[in-house]
T-cell receptor
Framework: DVKVTQSSRYLVKRTGEKVFLECVQD?????MFWYRQDPGLGLRLIYF???????EKGDIPEGYSVSREKKERFSLILESASTNQTSMYLC???????????FGQGTRLTVV | EDKVVQSPLSLVVHEGDTVTLNCSYE??????LLWYKQEKKAPTFLFML????IEKKSGRLSSILDKKELFSILNITATQTGDSAIYLC????????????FGQGTTLQVKP
């Protein structure tokens, strides 16, 4: 079974803190994605990566950065957390040819 | 701009009812359409549709794609309380990144 693992299920951080969300997949997928999910807005793409050290901005990259130093790991970084970044964050991975993506269990981040 | 729209955004039915969820899209160079079910955790994959008019079926769930009219439907017959979830539709454009574009999701509540 494909496994996508996110490092935390729940996180509470203070405004201004630097926050790291980690995601690891075990299927040798080329593509990895970070989405945030908010009620009424669906899943919105923050960043994605189609290869090691490659990254592309999604629809809402402001306030975020990413790192992909190894194929299996994709990190999302909130440089200075703000309350409007309180959300559910979902990591996903897939093969290059665009088959279905597999999701991690999600990290519910609250910024206070 | 690529766009996926789901309707209705929310739905409340009683056990035994049949529901139809809609997903329409505007995407440059369509590759596939995916349906996911999300309960209180990671979205789980239901169907991938690439060809018009071919129904995919899994138990009480079925889905079909119309590439001429640019939409898909997800049907659930004889609904059960365990069908309560958010149903997500996503489209994969033709590219080598496998990026998924999601709709807002439909929240289904099935009452006993």
């Amino acid at each position: 079974d494909v496994k996508v693992t996110q490092s935390s299920r729940y996180l509470v951080k203070r405004t201004g803190e630097k926050v790291f969300l980690e995601c690891v997949q075990d299927m040798d997928h080329e593509n990895m994605f970070w989405y945030r999910q908010d009620p009424g807005l669906g899943l919105r793409l923050i960043y994605f990566s189609y290869d090691v050290k490659m990254k592309e901005k999604g629809d809402i990259p402001e306030g975020y950065s990413v790192s992909r130093e190894k194929k299996e790991r994709f990190s999302l970084i909130l440089e200075s957390a703000s309350t409007n970044q309180t959300s559910m964050y979902l990591c996903a991975s897939s093969y290059h040819e665009g088959t279905e993506a597999f999701f991690g269990q999600g990290t519910r981040l609250t910024v206070v | 701009e690529d766009k996926v729209v789901q309707s209705p955004l929310s739905l409340v039915v009683h056990e035994g009812d049949t529901v139809t969820l809609n997903c329409s899209y505007e995407v440059t160079n369509f590759r596939s359409l995916l349906w996911y079910k999300q309960e209180k955790k990671a979205p789980t994959f239901l169907f991938m549709l690439t060809s018009s008019g071919i129904e995919k079926k899994s138990g009480r769930l079925s889905s079909i794609l119309d590439k001429k009219e640019l939409f898909s439907i997800l049907n659930i017959t004889a609904t059960q309380t365990g069908d309560s979830a958010i149903y997500l539709c996503a489209v994969v454009p033709s590219s080598n990144t496998g990026k998924l574009i999601f709709g807002q999701g439909t929240t289904l509540q099935v009452k006993p």
